[in-house]
């Protein structure tokens, strides 16, 4: 299995609610991220995870609070969102992280509303 | 710090013709510079890096440490290739950043 398999592909969320999204992958990689990609934009790095440890928070806002339960799995917990939160949320895992090649989910496309 | 810089957003050229994607980094570090792709409706996957020196589907980079630049290059150009590229810097860190990207259409 070389794939990032993120859940949902489509996510409508208002501004109160509580959502998650998955990103799983089953290629034995140590490092895992997420990033928010806005449309005509590149990726922003958001978290990076290493050995299941959060290893870089770029100064993203509590109302997104990534988990990491395993070395397979990496959620991402958002709560009380804003519309220019709606984005495409990336998830990608590369085997340690330093200078080696990630692969990259198709993405989690979030509305808030 | 690490910043990739892609200067141009739009490039177009006409089957058959040579392309050249520019990047230029700033890292204080020693770099690893990657190529990635997105194809339509595709995800963002890698193309090249340059540790490896290999070259795929007919494109090659080239580090070039005094000039901090890794520029994309293929010396004609495939409709199939029309994609969004990014350029992307790691270090001796997690962070894996990407440039603005480069938008290559090629016309028929």
């Known amino acids: 299995d070389t794939e990032v398999t993120q859940t949902p592909k489509h996510l409508v969320m208002g501004m109160t609610n509580k959502k998650s999204l998955k990103c799983e992958q089953h290629?034995?990689?140590?490092?895992m991220y997420w990033y928010k990609q806005k449309a005509k934009k590149p990726p922003e790095l958001m978290f990076v995870y290493s050995y299941e440890k959060l290893s870089i928070n770029e100064s993203v806002p509590s109302r997104f609070s990534p988990e990491c339960p395993n070395s397979s799995l990496l959620n991402l917990h958002l709560h009380a969102l804003q519309p220019e939160d709606s984005a495409l949320y990336l998830c990608?895992?590369?085997?340690?992280?330093?200078?080696?090649?990630?692969?990259f989910g198709q993405g989690t496309r979030l509305t808030v509303v | 710090a690490q910043r990739v810089t892609q200067p141009e957003k739009l490039l177009s050229v006409f089957k058959g013709a040579p392309v050249e994607l520019k990047c230029n980094y700033s890292y204080s570090g020693s770099p690893e510079l990657f190529w990635y792709v997105q194809y339509s409706r595709q995800r963002l996957q890698l193309l090249l890096r340059h540790i490896s020196r290999e070259s795929i589907k007919g494109f090659t980079a080239d580090l070039n440490k005094g000039e901090t630049s890794f520029h994309l290059k293929k010396p004609f150009a495939q409709e199939e290739d029309s994609a969004m590229y990014y350029c992307?810097?790691?270090?001796?860190?997690?962070?894996?950043?990407f440039g603005t990207g480069t938008r290559l259409q090629v016309f028929p």
């Open positions: 992307a810097l790691t270090g001796n860190t997690d962070k894996l950043i």
């Open positions: 990608a895992s590369s085997r340690t992280g330093e200078g080696t090649e990630a692969f």
């Open positions: 290629m034995g990689h140590r490092a």
